[in-house]
């Protein structure tokens, strides 16, 4: 019997059953059509932003290196870095730019011997979206005495900082602007809460300390590809070079790379 | 919906299938110019700042 009935030509259905297919095919499409949408947003946020990062980030240094290159003719170029250290006194502070202004060039050559982001003042999303490291505005600039305190994502966006976890006690961290270059060496990190603003402070961790000595705090998310905490990676100020001297031998040839000279 | 779409662009078979592959590409552009960066707003991931004060 049910059999039969099966094999039976259908007849032609009702105009309130067509108009219900119609409107079952249409909302599946548009949730297969989300579903995608998804998986497009997700490759967007990981692959995507990276490669437009990268090229805007590139374009900062090379405007950054014509800015140098303008102030640096006036001056006669240096030799080559001598192996002998020497000091220079006391490094030079300069005033903190505008929103969005450059304010140096970050070498670390424990994240690759090509790593060079350039940092920038602010830390909202406009410039650490697509510029680069951010600038905690409300903190020391280099070299200063307090804490030069910078932000940078961990992935997408460049992932400037994906490699944060990787930092050993003594790596050096070199901080070029248009005075000098300042070499930071990292001591350690921590991983926070988000909520945790008192590693910015002048001394990190310690409100209401007068500073001596100066630092570099770098913060980024924590764990990668998620959000919940911060790694914040401590570093300390141990010499500086101005311009005029040349970059430390260490980075000449990737400072020569960057700016396209050495 | 989708198939509605193609049987009512005009044209040879061809024409049709050129036509949509523009329009697909016009819709990923669009998503990647507007939609996404939008949608990033609402997502936490990547926020890598200390302190309400700074969130962008």
Known sequence: MVLQEKARPAAAPAAGVVILRGIVQVVGELLITAGIVLLLFVAWQLWWTNVESDAKQSEVIKEFAQDLGAAASAAPDAPAAPAAPQDFGPPVVSAAPGHAGTIGIMYIPRFGESYTRPIVQGTTGDVLDTLGLGHYANTAMPGAVGNFAVAGHRQTHGAVLDNIHTLVPGDKIYVQTKDGYYVYVFRNNQIVMPSRTDVLEPVPTLPGVTPTERFLTMTSCNPRFGAEERIIAYALLDSWRPASAGPPAEIAAQVAAAVGRG | ?56
């Open chain 2, 1 to 56: 919906m989708y198939g509605w779409i193609f049987r009512h662009l005009p044209g040879p078979l061809w024409l049709r299938i050129a036509t949509s592959l523009v329009l697909i590409a016009v819709a990923l552009v669009l998503m990647v110019q507007f939609l996404f960066p939008w949608m990033s707003e609402y997502t936490a991931f990547t926020d890598s700042t200390i302190g309400s004060a700074n969130q962008p």
